[in-house]
């Protein structure tokens, strides 16, 4: 059996839907589990629709108006004939939407938006999956939620292997069409959680991993791997093939074409990744696979935006030892900051973050009664993985705004204001 995952650009309305169809009857659909994103940037707006809740904002109710109405329209743009069926099962789950905030005690930020963000997928998966039979591709539509099972890190959940694998085995005859959902799951109480901001890649490869399919493809707006990010850089260079450590190197420092986590389990099974174009189906797109060598082999640029530099020194000229770091590492554990690169000398201490949970005030506080801290934010991390002279070049025309530069053999990274 094979695993496809579309993400939400693939399918951001009436017509990439029907260029789905398009794809899985150029390329064969038989005995494959199509895991589906929530449509467009659905996700976003219901991340906008959680903070307006939070807010207590008036504006709320247009947000959720509006979003349905883009299903809606989306619903209409694609059948001939009767769709009232499925516009009123969308309709539902927005009730059922409504009906959560009208009954909600909590007040926990994170379970709040899984509850709500994972919904986003669970429209979508409804709609393809009744278009896809509709046009002639019989499939059965799976509640991902039911089959994988997370610890209650809501907003990055962790997944329970042993159960989530009894729970596919269940639930999958390899020898069906199926849809499900990409990002969610849930916890042992049945609430849903999240995988983290793209990470249907990651549900892909999990449901690959226990159904030990020959291969997984990511269909993407891009022909495949690319060695730069296309919204930053105007000439880019696909890479036709790239090792798992590769891709794992890549994703780690940021390249967003593939979900950091979604490389474990299929690396474990040696079940290659594929990354083609939903646009140009017949293209061969990337293959990762066991030891690929790099070809070709071209420097790698990775932009990570909006991270926080903190720049540590001791208040009394004392040197930052063991002790120190521990205690710093402890912080950053403790405030849910995810730690890009680090740098220390004798009395200084430089991290860089990405501030996902908005606690960086509370962070600052507890560090600064131990040292002077210096914070900015809002920089860039920029990555270049096999770098050589020109691309050097390329960084040393502008080198005025570097606030921290590491390199080793292969990558060099810095963390620039701007
Ligand atoms: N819909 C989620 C997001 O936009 C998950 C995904 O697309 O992978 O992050």
């Known amino acids: 059996m094979k695993v496809f995952k579309f993400g939400g650009a693939s399918v951001k309305d009436a017509e990439g839907i029907k260029n789905v169809i398009k794809v899985l009857k150029e390329v064969g659909y038989n005995e494959t589990l199509i895991v589906v994103s929530a449509f467009g940037k659905t996700t976003n707006a219901l991340e906008q629709i959680v903070r307006e809740y939070m807010e207590d904002s008036s504006n709320m109710q247009n947000s959720i108006l509006k979003l349905l109405k883009f299903h809606l329209d989306i ?9 009232t069926f499925i516009a009123l099962e969308i309709q539902k789950i927005f009730e059922e939407l409504k009906h959560f905030f009208q009954t909600n005690k909590s007040p926990d930020y994170n379970f709040i938006y899984d509850q709500v963000v994972s919904l986003g997928e669970i429209i979508s998966t409804t709609i393809l999956s009744n278009y896809l039979n509709y046009s002639g591709i019989n499939n059965i539509w799976l509640d991902a939620r039911k ?22 085995l269940i639930n ?16 042992n109480n049945n609430f ?11 549900s892909a490869a999990i449901f690959a991993y226990v159904l030990n399919a020959e291969f997984v493809t990511i269909w993407k707006d891009v022909d495949g791997v690319l060695n730069a990010d296309p919204r930053y850089f105007k000439k ?27 490389l474990q389990p299929l690396q474990r ?11 140009n189906p017949s293209k061969k797109g990337t293959i ?12 790698c640029f990775i932009i990570k935006k909006n991270q926080v530099l903190l720049r540590l020194s001791s208040l009394d000229f004392s040197f930052i030892v063991e002790e120190n770091i521990s205690d710093i590492f402890l912080l950053l554990h403790k405030f849910k900051m995810r730690v890009e690169l680090i740098q220390n000398s004798a009395i200084s201490f430089s991290v860089c973050v990405s501030n996902k949970y908005d606690n960086l005030d509370e962070l600052e506080y507890n560090l600064r009664s131990k040292y002077n801290v210096n914070v900015y934010e809002g920089v860039t991390l920029r990555t270049i993985r096999h770098f050589n002279s020109t691309s050097l070049k390329s960084i040393n025309k502008n080198n005025s705004n570097i606030l921290l530069e590491q390199r080793d053999q292969n990558t060099i990274q810095l963390v620039l204001d701007e």
């Open 75 to 83: 619903i209409n743009k694609l059948y001939d004939s009767d769709y």
């Open 147 to 168: 089959l994988i099972k997370t610890d209650n890190y809501y907003r990055d959940a962790n997944l329970n292997w042993e159960l989530s694998k009894e729970k596919i």
């Open 172 to 187: 999958i005859d390899i020898k069906n069409v199926y849809i499900t959902q990409g990002f969610i799951g849930s916890d």
């Open 192 to 202: 849903s959680t999240t995988l983290g901001r793209e990470g249907s890649d990651y």
């Open 236 to 262: 880019t260079i696909l890479l036709n093939r790239i090792s798992y450590q590769e891709a794992i190197e890549l994703a780690f420092y940021g390249a967003s074409v593939i979900h950091p986590k979604t």
């Open 269 to 279: 099974k040696e079940i290659p990744l594929n990354v083609r174009s939903f646009l």
């Open 288 to 299: 990762v696979s066991k030891g690929a060598k790099m070809k070709p082999i071209v420097p």
